[in-house]
């Protein structure tokens, strides 16, 4: 049986066939080439990243240096500011303790003024009497000041009881005159300030006699 020669019919359609497979490899051939050139652009992308990151971490490092710096400048004045303020206080409390009397001493000024008046006086006239009253003068004077602005009080003890409180003993008379311990002679008075003894005056006592 002989071979049968493939018709012109055949041949024609086997052609389109060929052709079809060439596109279809061509096709595959520019899916492979654009995965490829997707493939390099991706890892293009993430070669940049990295880079992008160090960039930033070196801005924000760089931008709390300088916030770094800037605090502790801030810190380093206000360290500065303390302690001089510190100083400037201490110093004011020591002029304040130091120059505490100053007020004092200048109510107390014109007494010792009026007692160089005196005396001067005194010298120039040997007037006993107008000295004797001058000096009276001054000392109540004196003593106004003191309880006026300071309030610092003088009390007599004369007749009163006898007040360990507010009253020094420095001597004692037997008599059976009193019942009670009183005050018979002031030899120095005392004094308040405010409502505290600030001295206690020194005095003599009545030390009644029991009847026995």
Do not use: C
Not at 10 to 30: F, G, L, R, T
Not at 44 to 49: I, L, N, Q, T
Not at 162 to 189: M, N, R, S
């Amino acid at each position: 049986m002989s071979k049968r020669k493939p018709k012109e019919a055949d041949k024609k359609i086997s052609i389109p066939e060929m052709d079809k497979q060439a596109i279809d490899v061509e096709e595959n051939q520019e899916a492979e080439t654009a995965d490829i050139l997707g493939s390099d652009m991706s890892n293009g992308d993430h070669a940049e990243e990295p880079d992008n990151i160090i960039g930033e971490l070196q801005e924000h490092s760089r931008e709390l240096a300088e916030e770094n710096s800037y605090l502790k400048d801030q810190l380093l004045r206000k360290t500065a500011d303390f302690e001089n303020f510190r100083k400037r206080m201490l110093r004011e409390k020591e002029d304040g303790i130091r120059y505490a009397n100053s007020a004092l001493l200048l109510d107390i000024v014109p007494i010792i003024d009026d007692f160089e008046r005196a005396i001067q006086a005194a010298a120039e006239t040997e007037d006993f009497h107008s000295f004797h009253q001058g000096v009276a003068m001054i000392e109540k004077q004196l003593v106004s000041i003191l309880e006026r602005n300071w309030s610092l009080k003088r009390f007599i003890s004369l007749g009163e009881e006898f007040d360990p409180e507010k009253h020094q003993a420095i001597a004692i008379e037997e008599t059976d005159k009193y019942e009670t311990a009183i005050i018979l002679e002031d030899y120095q008075k005392g004094y308040y300030l405010q409502e505290r003894v600030l001295r206690p005056s020194k005095v003599k006592v009545a030390k009644p006699i029991s009847p026995g």
